[in-house]
């Protein structure tokens, strides 16, 4: 049985930091592309940031400079630290653990999601 499981999400006020954590289960962790999402009330779900099995990483525009994404694949876990948040990155944060086949996506997992909110 895959799991994910999101943790260290909560309440900061403006410019604070948070790490979230979200450790795998289930799956073979190394060869898949780890990601970090978020979604706002009323607003789509949005990539965050990600990280392959060779450590590339890649960021949204809003975050670059901000957060950053690491993995540890001996514990099975990826993080996310969030510096300098703004009251615009308040979302559920959920992370996502994608396969590929080639170009194909051949197994895509996604975790329950934890809340982190901005706010003074």
């Known amino acids: 049985q895959v799991q994910l499981v999101e943790s260290g999400g909560g309440l900061v006020p403006p410019v604070g930091s948070l790490r979230l954590s979200c450790a795998a289960s289930g799956i073979f962790f190394s060869i898949y592309d780890m990601g970090w999402y978020r979604q706002a009330p009323g607003k789509q779900r949005e990539l965050v940031a990600s990280?392959?099995?060779?450590?590339?990483?890649n960021y949204a525009n809003t975050v670059k400079g901000r957060f950053t994404i690491s993995r540890d694949d001996a514990k099975n876990t990826v993080y996310l630290q969030t510096n300098s948040l703004k009251p615009e990155d308040t979302a559920v944060y959920y992370c996502?653990?994608?396969?590929?086949?080639?170009?194909?996506?051949?197994?895509?997992?996604w975790g329950q999601g934890t809340q982190v909110t901005v706010s003074s």
């Open positions: 990280i392959t099995p060779g450590g590339t990483t």
């Open positions: 996502n653990a994608k396969k590929y086949s080639a170009t194909v996506v051949s197994g895509e997992y």
